[in-house]
């Protein structure tokens, strides 16, 4: 047991330092793994599944937790799910009979995953599953996704006030996801952030995408459809 806390705790700190960095803290501030997983971390194997490495999200959480394992000497294997749940269960199946050390999962699809989570538990393998669900990881690493999107909505809201004083009304755009219950929190959020936080906020239409290429055609078609629209939401960075 004392193992597989170590493991996890090995897990949570390579997250740890993605969230760190992303924030603009330096280095010096991010927690030492060595410190928080005890001794024995080098020459540990991380399997990583991902979401979908196009995004600029997982690309930027993969640097950091690489920049970490290079540091202490830990081995991750990386591997892109392109957004399939089949290639996600594939890959949590092979690192099982890899025999990793732990697993980082964000998971497409978490009920798929969840008996595979059980599988490579009952061979010690420890998983942390990060932003999606997976009832059976040992730590589900997440934020208040409703609060996070509330605070990109109160955000836009400010800006409109500051920049529109003297208008009634402002054409706003949202671009979501509605993939897994947690971006539809989010979504709904920056809603909620943005018609709560000024009179002055019209959505004219909401829409979803989950690549750059799709945020951009959404983009193009509102400027044509909507030449009046001032302010577009993104619920991430490629659909920002």
Known sequence: MKKVNKLIALCMV???????VGCGKSEANTPDPAAEAGDGISGKTIGVSLWDMRQQYFISMYEGMEAAAEKYGIELNLQDQEMDSGKQNTQL???????VDGMIVCAVDGEAADSLVVQAKEKGIPTVAEGIEIKSADVWQNWIEYDYGYTVGKMAAQWIEETYPDEDEVYCGIIGESYSQQLIDRTDGIVAGLTENTDKAVIVDTQNSYSMEEAMKITENWMQEYPEMRVICGIDDDNG
Do not use: D, P, Q
């Open 14 to 20: 390579l997250l740890m330092v993605f969230s760190l």
């Open 93 to 99: 199946e092979n690192f099982i009979t890899m025999g």
